[in-house]
């Protein structure tokens, strides 16, 4: 059983910046990778950014290179990510990701919403 609790969204103009936070309690042994998703209403869910938690490797979507940076704590079990000009198309839910060696399904957590005004 793992549990994640994300905190750090709200609305921001553009240009501005937010950092969202996502916190792993429970059988968080063997972590994978930890990342983030987002979407927007009638889209996919799609990646953002992920973390390697092995090697603290990142890798991040195109859209985003270059704005936004992942990171963690690990003393904390807590993954970051920092979005800074935001732009109004990054606008969605923002979904914490978490997955598991050796295990199909992954775990996400509730979802923030980012807004960013034009």
């Known amino acids: 059983q793992v549990q994640l609790v994300e905190s750090g969204g709200g609305l921001v103009q553009a240009g501005g910046s937010l950092r969202l936070s996502c916190a792993a309690s429970g059988r968080t042994f063997s972590i994978s990778t930890m990342g983030w998703f987002r979407q927007t209403p009638g889209k996919e869910r799609e990646f953002v950014a992920r973390i390697r938690w092995s090697s603290d490797n990142t890798d991040y979507a195109d859209s985003v290179k270059g704005r936004f940076t992942i990171s963690r704590d690990n003393a904390k079990n807590t993954v970051y990510l920092q979005m800074n000009s935001l732009k109004p198309e990054d606008t969605a839910v923002y979904y914490c990701?978490?997955?598991?060696?050796?295990?199909?399904?992954?775990?996400w957590g509730q979802g923030t919403q980012v807004t960013v005004s034009s």
């Open positions: 990701n978490l997955a598991i060696y050796n295990k199909a399904s992954p775990y």
